[in-house]
């Protein structure tokens, strides 16, 4: 007796094509190791992934994505859980492979250090002249190191300004020692003009997205939920305007820790991936 479902493969949508067909590439990375309070991220991407074939493939603003885009789902990546730079490691590679075949990467998370391996593929690939990286995020992510470690998700974007220009949307919480580097960098709160910040940003575009960003109200299945968030539409209006201005070169959305009983924050998560692909597309 047969007991799998075959009409329903773990693709992003349900959809798949040939690898060297596809124009976007969905990679996951399930860790969440460094993880300082609320765990379960490393089940994000398999719960973004379920939760996205339940959406209507029809998008009321774009019409139906995926007849315009073509989107091939890869396995999981290995994870290295004792060692979070071998970690970012995996994704470098993994991202960087995607970007050299031409493809177009769509990164889900796991904690916000697998982002790390994405910045460092991007840094290889692009004139740093000409790339920007936009950060949604409650958080600065700006530590230096954190519990011991300089790949931790507190860590992401301080490892990313090392190499690569950042502007960031939607921070509301940072440290004492973080607070004095956010004062020199381009970062903005909840409320914000994105006619400034597209300006601050290059001609290319990597988008990370950590579902702490969002108000808590929209997205609660996160580990650090940060009160007084962005909202859907506002952060939708955003990325519409960066993605007819500039051009957007890959993404990831991270942090999101299922919870058990509720699929609100992995159908959004799952939502906002399919319209960014959308936008990132529609040129």
């Known amino acids: 007796m047969e007991i799998f479902h075959k009409g329903l493969p773990r693709t992003f949508l349900g959809v798949s094509c040939k690898k060297e067909e596809a124009d976007v590439i969905v990679l996951s990375a399930p860790y969440d190791s460094t993880t300082s309070y609320g765990c379960g991220a490393r089940a994000g991407p398999a719960a973004i992934i379920d939760a996205s074939r339940q959406l209507e493939l029809y998008d009321l603003e774009l019409g139906e994505i995926t007849k315009k885009v073509k989107i091939y789902t890869e396995d999981e990546l290995e994870v290295d859980r004792g060692n979070p730079k071998r970690n970012c490691q995996f994704v470098q590679e993994a991202v960087g492979a995607v970007l050299d075949a031409g493809k177009f990467p769509v990164l889900f998370g796991g904690e916000h250090s697998v982002s790390i391996g994405a910045f460092w593929a991007i840094e290889e690939r692009f004139d740093k002249k000409e790339i920007s990286v936009l950060q949604i995020d409650a958080h600065a992510d700006m530590r230096e190191e954190y519990e011991g470690s300089r790949y931790s998700h507190a860590c992401a974007m301080a490892r990313c300004r090392e190499k690569l220009h950042a502007v960031s949307v939607g921070i509301r ?27 601050r940003l290059r001609d290319k575009v990597y988008v990370t997205i950590d579902l702490d960003g969002f108000d808590p109200s929209e997205v609660p299945a996160v580990g650090t939920p940060e009160p007084g968030g962005l909202r859907y539409l506002q952060v939708l209006s955003l990325l519409r ?33 399919y319209k960014l692909i959308g936008y990132a597309h529609m040129k």
């Open 241 to 273: 305007t960066v993605a007819s201005k500039r051009k957007i070169v890959g993404f990831d959305v991270v942090e999101l820790a299922p919870i058990p009983g509720s699929l609100v924050s992995e159908f959004f998560a799952a939502k906002l991936t």
């Open 173 to 199: 919480s940072y440290s004492e020692e973080e607070a004095n580097e956010v004062k020199k960098l381009d970062i903005f709160g909840v409320e914000f003009d994105k006619n400034e910040v597209i300006e």
